[in-house]
C-alpha cells in the first residue's frame, strides 16, 4: 500500500533534522579549527584564500552534510519500496546503482560548489563592512568566525554558515547597534531579551559598549544560522526523498518488475497560505515515471525540489511539496 501523505511527511521532516543537524556539525567544526592571529592577518593583507584557509576552511569541510544526504536518499528509496512495491517481488532498494551514485555525486558536487561560493560572498560583505566602519583586523576576523562564549567555550556568532544576505543583515545590525538606531527593533530574529538594554542606550543617548554589542549580534548572528541550517535541511531532504521514490521506481521498471507505462507520478502540494503559487496550480498533476512536471510559471521539475532542468531557487528552497506514486498492478499482472 503506498505511504500515506502524513508517513511521507513524518519522514521528511527526520531527514530534514538530520541533514540540518549535519550541517550545523560542520559549521562548528570550521570554527573549532580557526587560527585567529592568521586570520587577523589575513584580513589585515586582503587574501581572500589565506582568510578561509585560517578561519577554518577545508576541501572536506562539508562532508558530514554530504554524508547525511547520502543517508537520507538511501532511507528514502527504502521506505518508497517498501512502500509501493508487494513483498511478493522481493525487491530491495540499490543505492549502488550507477544512476544513484552520479545523482549523489553531482548533487552533493553543486551543492558544496555552492555554499563554498556564498560562503566567499558573505566573508566579502563583512570585509566591506569593516572598511567602511574602520573596524581594525581583529574586530573582523572575530565577525567572521564568531567570539568564544565564556558560558560554552566555543566560538558563537560569526558569518560562518550564513549567506551574504545574511551576512548583510548582521553587519546591518551591529551598525543600527552603533549608531542607537531603532530600526534594529525591525529584526524578527533578534533575541529580545536584548532589547530593554538596547531602548535604555536609546532612550537615554548613551552608547552601547562594544561588549554588549558583540553578544547582542552575536546571538542574532545564531539564528540567522539556524534559520540557514534549517533552510538547507528541508529542501535537501526534500530533493533527496523525491530524487531516491523515483529513483526507486525506475529500478521496478529497470528489474522488470512493471513496465513504465503502469507508473503514475502525482503531484501533491501543500495547498496552504505558504504555497508558492506556480505550485498550488500543480496540485493533481499526473505524469509517467520520466515526464516533467511543469510549473505553473513554466519551469520543468521532475519532481519537488529538482533543479536539473533549469528550475530556479525559487522554486526549490523550502518547498513542502511531494510526488504520490501509483503503480497499476493490473496492468503489472497482464504483462507478465
Known sequence: MPATRREILQLLERL?????????????????????????????????AAILRAAGFRPGSWTQMTEAIRNSYIEAGIATVAADVPFRFGMDFDWRNPRAEAWLRQHSSQLVTLINAEQREAIQEVLQAGLVTGRNPRNVALDIVGRVSPQTGRRAGGIVGLNAPQAQAAMNARGELENLNSNYFTRQRRDRRFDSIVRKAIATETALPQTDINRIVGRYEDRLLELRGTTIGRTEALASLNEASDESLRQVVDQGLAPPSAIERIWDATMD????????????????????????????????????????????????CIVKHKIDFVAVELAA
Open 273 to 320: 497560505a505558504r504555497t508558492r503559487p506556480s505550485h498550488a496550480s500543480m496540485e493533481g498533476q499526473n505524469r509517467g515515471l520520466n515526464e516533467p512536471f511543469v510549473t505553473g510559471d513554466g519551469a520543468l521539475m521532475m519532481h519537488p525540489g529538482d533543479t536539473s532542468l533549469g528550475a530556479g531557487a525559487g522554486d526549490v528552497i523550502n518547498c513542502r
Open 16 to 48: 530534514e533534522e538530520s541533514i540540518r543537524a549535519a550541517y550545523m556539525a560542520d559549521v562548528f567544526d570550521i570554527t573549532d579549527r580557526a587560527q585567529i592571529a592568521a586570520l587577523e592577518r589575513a584580513v589585515a593583507a586582503g587574501d581572500e
